[in-house]
């Protein structure tokens, strides 16, 4: 059985692959993001050390972890980055859905749609903001807490996942964005698990690959005395890493609306006909 998903969710994702051949523009969403995250993650990260806060850190202050200063700024990282990433992801799911209900989408009408959802991100970006600071506070409690805050962590991967797609195609709050995410889970369990879990595992495995080994040969290269050399393997790591995340983000917003666009309106998107109906069978 899971063979068979397997397969079938393998071949729902080279689908959406030939989607983004033919919509090399939708690349553009995840790369506009990453380079907003690095911007944005800079500043805060050159606030946090005008602040003093490595040094704390570094010198193991006690009252760290006490301190509301330091959830309050953690929050608002949380917040902006969040804010960041739903953003171009919600212009992405846009012009995915409207692709695949055979429309013609431009940069310009995508960006549009995520401008009118601003208040729906924010208010998401607000509840995943939390959500992963808890998670974090979590982890932070040892063994135990490293381990339940991981499942956690998947279970909401998995029940928000057509978070996105549903932001971005309705409308609606993001309580109700979440809601219907999870009530959608149940007509996709088996393919969004799948799916997603297969596109993330075979990007991270590239990604992780190509930083070890240029890592390694990195450390090599710097005790060689070729520091030069070693900095030239971590500009082709990155050269490697960079299009493939982006490839990787686009298309798991493709497949995210895909799987959105049959699981609500029940009729398979434009490109995938069959391939998608046995994907989804109705419960007895």
């Known amino acids: 059985m899971f063979g068979v998903r397997l397969a079938r969710s393998l071949e729902i994702v080279m689908a959406s692959a030939a989607i983004l051949r033919e ?16 911007l944005v993650g800079g500043f805060f990260v050159w606030d946090a050390f005008a602040a003093g ?7 193991g202050a006690p009252d760290l972890a006490t301190d509301v200063n330091v959830y309050v700024w953690m929050f608002i990282v949380y917040v902006a980055l969040y804010f960041i990433v739903i953003f171009f992801n919600t212009a992405l799911a846009g012009a995915a859905i409207a692709k695949l209900n055979g429309g013609d989408p431009t940069i310009v009408d995508a960006f549009r749609l995520a401008f009118s959802r601003i208040g729906s991100i924010f208010g ?3 509840i995943a903001g939390t959500v992963g600071l808890l998670l974090r506070l979590l982890a932070n409690r040892g063994i135990i807490g490293r381990i339940i805050g991981g499942t956690l962590d998947l279970a909401w991967t998995v029940v928000t996942f057509l978070v996105v797609p549903v932001l971005a195609a309705e409308g609606v709050g993001p309580v109700e964005a ?16 799948v799916g ?8 991270s495995g590239i990604i992780g690959v190509v ?22 393997v ?3 790591a990155a050269a490697i890493i960079i299009p493939v995340a982006t490839i990787g983000a686009a298309l798991t917003g493709i497949y995210s609306a895909a ?10 998107p434009e490109g995938f006909g069959s391939l998608i109906r046995t994907a989804f069978r109705p419960k007895a």
């Open 23 to 38: 919509e090399k523009k939708f690349l553009l969403f995840p790369l506009f993001s990453g380079l907003a995250v690095l």
């Open 53 to 59: 806060f490595f040094e704390k850190l570094k010198s």
């Open 124 to 126: 998401y970006a607000i």
């Open 178 to 193: 979440v809601k219907k995410s999870a009530r959608l889970l149940r007509d996709t369990w088996g393919e969004n698990l």
């Open 196 to 203: 997603n879990g297969g596109i993330s595992l075979v990007v």
């Open 211 to 232: 930083a070890v080994l240029a890592h390694g040969g990195a450390l090599l290269l710097g005790g060689a005395g070729h520091r030069d050399l070693a900095i030239v």
């Open 234 to 236: 971590y500009l082709l």
């Open 259 to 268: 799987l959105y666009t049959y699981a609500a309106a029940g009729e398979p």
